[in-house]
């Protein structure tokens, strides 16, 4: 009986994991919010602001965890939406931002290539 498997799976638990520290770092990056001088409300309007990128990566990790090639799709997505209005709303965009989205990026397409190439695989 020949089955379709959905992927590698050592390398979907290797992207998992990698998506879940880039979700760490980006949520690590929100600590800059605590200054001297905030109110309560400004500090937890800040964090929910700066985590907000963390959030959605989290719903797609979620997505992903179950259907590889709609959580890559969506990463994908996601992080070319947010490079684009940082593009826009940063006066000097830098380098380190692009490396910094790149990541996910690679993650994405990664998702994308483990579904279509490597769970094409057959098993008798």
Not at 87 to 114: A, E, R, S
Request: charged fraction near 10%.
């Amino acid at each position: 009986m020949k089955t379709n498997l959905p992927g590698n799976i050592y390398i979907s638990w290797i992207l998992r994991i990698l998506l879940i520290i880039i979700i760490l770092v980006f949520a690590l990056f929100s600590l800059d919010v605590f200054e001297d001088g905030k109110g309560i409300w400004e500090i937890i309007a800040d964090l929910f602001m700066h985590n907000l990128p963390s959030l959605v990566m989290i719903i797609i990790l979620f997505i992903a965890w179950r259907n590889e090639l709609m959580g890559g799709v969506l990463l994908l997505l996601g992080v070319i939406g947010f490079g684009i209005f940082l593009f826009f709303k940063i006066d000097n965009f830098m380098y380190g931002t692009v490396i910094m989205l790149g990541i996910p990026f690679l993650i994405g397409i990664m998702f994308v290539i483990n579904h279509y190439l490597l769970g094409k695989k057959q098993t008798n």
